[in-house]
């Protein structure tokens, strides 16, 4: 008689389930040992990895950059597959090379002596709440005295820590802290600036704060930088050297992974409805007798068995599954599962392109070549200065800019409620709101500085007409309800270790050791502790988890955790 195959399901095509199963099906020996099934519920590869294309040039809906290229094995397989050059155009081809054009509300262009204090301010303290070693502590010298931001930072997580209490304290609480010390250090009186009509130094400052916050906010995908943990900060890593894109785009990497995977093994268009497993031994209700421990119920009404499953969906979908009267697990998961899941923060971040048709402005902005990278300074929401034409879910937009250059696709970031809210606009209305904003900022001779009326709307007409937009809509997406995961206030570090945890335990010690060990494994983003969020973290907890189970067969010996 011929013994089973062990049957493993990896639920999700993404970078995770991809990984895991390149892993399991080239190890050695698995071929023989192994019935491995990769079901994805769309019907593509990839999950939040989609490259497609965008008024002829190369773009990523999803996943972007790759964070450091210094031991990144996101980098490390796109060198082995050439990926990393082509002769067709791509998102950031030329990285961030451009200095940015900084223009506050009313067609105001920021002089570098206004912007730059502002800018290395938030920098470092944002250095500081990351641990990092190096602090910028030469002399700052837009006011008398030399300025250290190591000592500013102390003195921000103090009186936020004995405010906010231990353990409560967020990034945002931290930043405006920091904020506020340095006005008081700096003794920052609210004066006028010269030359900047309806700006007094003070606002202007907290406007310029408030881009580089909304920028954070698109880093981390915490709508509220308030919500984000201060203490978990430290715990996040990042690998040495530039951030670069990936010329032949990011889902050759996930294409090539797959590329060693036997014709059939993803299946495409299976969406698990339900996940049966047994915690304890005891048949549940409604299942067969059968050997294999794990029973998917799929939307279209097929089942199949499994002895493991890894589980590769987003936190945004655990989230709402285990909100559900009727969740996805059954019996549901466990409590130290669950409330991790609850603590943990995702949020949503979409990206606008747009393809630019015209623009009468300044003579400066007129050539496509010439549109600038363009950091945006607005109005708080609630001054009467504001200018009321613009739509309030671009308030929170810090950037537009082109590609690359020459490229007349412009490209903006969105996060939090602006996000939402931009998937549900038509693109009439998406478009009206952005050509409404970047014309009143592109509308002056912005060298004059005397640029606004009473009302802070330009007084020189100025337009700027895109012809079409292309939007990510992540939040909607069922398969994904969200982009990425942060650690929100009042999770830590140890929740997304628990989110690693495989059920039951695979230590034949424990109390669940009646049970058939490993019946589900989880990867995925959200399943690493200090790399969370991006696509290396996902790509190790694959490798994570299908060496989990080489490990369990003794087909390797113990490797590093990733």
């Not at 002829?56 to 950059?65: K, L, P, Q, S």
């Not at 009186?189 to 030359?195: H, K, N, P, T």
């Not at 068995?305 to 936190?315: P, R």
């Not at 285990?322 to 899941?341: V, Y």
């Amino acid at each position: 008689m011929v013994a089973k195959k062990s049957r493993i399901v990896i639920i999700g095509a993404g970078m995770a389930g991809i990984t895991a199963a390149n892993k399991l099906y080239t190890a050695a020996g698995s071929k023989d040992l192994f019935e491995l099934v990769v079901v994805e519920g769309g019907e593509r590869i990839g999950g939040r990895i989609n490259t497609s294309e965008f008024g002829g040039d190369r773009i990523e809906m999803g996943a972007t950059w790759i964070h450091g290229i210094g031991g990144s094995p996101v980098h490390k397989i796109a060198q082995e597959i050439n990926a990393l050059e082509s002769a067709h155009p791509w998102e950031c081809m030329d990285g961030s090379s451009d200095e940015p054009t900084t223009v506050a509300e009313g067609g105001l262009e920021l002089e570098p002596d206004v912007v730059d204090p502002i800018s290395s301010l938030f920098k470092n303290l944002m250095d500081y709440a990351q641990g990092k070693q190096v602090f910028d502590e030469s002399p700052e010298r837009e006011c008398n005295g030399d300025f250290e931001y190591s000592k500013l930072g102390d003195e921000a997580s103090r009186i936020c820590a004995s405010n906010d209490g231990v353990g409560k304290l967020s990034v945002g609480s931290f930043l405006r802290q920091g904020l506020d010390t340095y006005w008081v250090w700096k003794k920052n009186r609210d004066e006028q600036v010269s030359g900047y009509t309806n700006w007094s130094r003070k606002l202007l400052q907290e406007a310029i704060f408030a881009m580089h916050e909304n920028i954070q906010r698109t880093y981390t995908s915490a709508g509220d930088l308030l919500t984000l943990d201060y203490n978990a900060e430290s715990e996040y890593r990042m690998f040495p050297g530039e951030e670069i894109t990936i010329a032949k785009g990011y889902l050759s990497i996930v294409q090539s992974l797959a590329s060693v995977l036997p014709p059939g093994l993803i299946q495409l268009g299976k969406k698990v409805r339900k996940i049966q497993w047994q915690p304890d031994n005891r048949k549940n209700k409604g299942y067969e007798s059968d050997t294999r421990p794990v029973k998917l119920h799929f939307s279209d009404g097929s089942v199949l068995l499994a002895d493991h499953v890894i589980v590769t969906v987003s936190l945004g979908v655990l989230k709402a599954s285990i909100c559900q009267d009727s969740g996805m697990f059954n019996p549901p998961l466990p409590r130290f599962k669950t409330e991790a899941i609850s603590r943990l923060g995702f949020g949503v971040v979409n990206k606008l392109f747009l393809q630019l048709g015209s623009i009468h402005a300044p003579p400066k902005f007129q050539d496509f070549s010439k549109f600038p990278f363009l950091q945006m300074v607005f109005h708080r929401a609630d001054s009467e200065l504001r200018n009321k034409k613009i739509p309030w879910w671009m308030r929170k937009t810090a950037s537009l800019c082109p590609l690359y250059h020459d490229s007349s696709v412009l490209l903006s970031w969105f996060a939090g409620e602006e996000a939402r809210a931009l998937e549900a606009l038509s693109d009439e209305e998406i478009i009206n709101g952005v050509s409404q904003t970047v014309s009143s900022f592109l509308s002056q001779n912005s060298h004059s500085h005397e640029l606004c009326n009473g009302n802070g709307n330009p007084e020189e007409n100025s337009e700027v007409k895109f012809s079409k937009v292309l939007k990510s809509q992540w939040g909607s997406d069922p398969l994904f309800l969200g982009s990425y995961s942060y650690v929100a206030v009042g999770s830590s570090g140890e929740d997304l270790d628990s989110m690693a945890e495989p059920l039951p335990s695979d230590d034949s010690g424990s109390a669940a050791s009646s049970s058939p060990p490993l019946q589900i494994l989880f990867a995925g983003e959200a399943t690493h502790r200090t790399h969370y969020s991006t696509t290396h973290g996902a790509y190790c907890s694959g490798l994570r988890e299908a060496n989990r189970l080489l490990q369990h067969y003794q087909l390797v010996g113990v490797q590093k955790n990733y």
